[in-house]
């Protein structure tokens, strides 16, 4: 196992990950190449060699927006369209935009 295969890996994991999930991902190899290396079947200290992704707190997106950001963003919907109808419907159920599917019109 050598350097390049490891980054190989994450270049193909990483994809679609976010950092949380990724950390997740390196502390498992790590532990894997700990134990690989106590067996003798790969050279020691690769496990120290393989960086964690650092997340910070102000990275991450709030769980939720304040109320008056949530009024104003839909004060600047038009009323007139049909997405408002889903915007206000997500804003007031709490749901997450991913959990919503888009409406498709039949014209």
């Known amino acids: 196992m050598t350097g390049h ?3 190989t890996f994450f270049q193909a994991v990483g994809q679609g990950q976010t950092l949380v999930s990724l950390q997740h991902v390196v502390s498992h190899l790590r532990a894997l190449c700990g134990t690989k290396a106590a067996a003798g079947e790969i050279a020691s200290g690769v496990e120290v060699q393989i960086d964690t992704p ?5 990275k991450q997106l709030p769980r939720a927006l304040p109320w008056d950001v949530v009024q104003r963003l839909l004060k600047a919907i ?9 915007a206000i419907t997500r804003c007031s159920c709490s749901s997450r935009p991913m959990a919503c599917v888009p409406a498709r019109s039949s014209c």
């Not at 650092?54 to 102000?58: K, M």
């Not at 038009?78 to 889903?86: C, L």
């Open 5 to 7: 295969d490891i980054e």
């Open 54 to 58: 650092r997340v910070y707190r102000g």
């Open 78 to 86: 038009d009323r007139t369209t049909r997405p408002y109808a889903g």
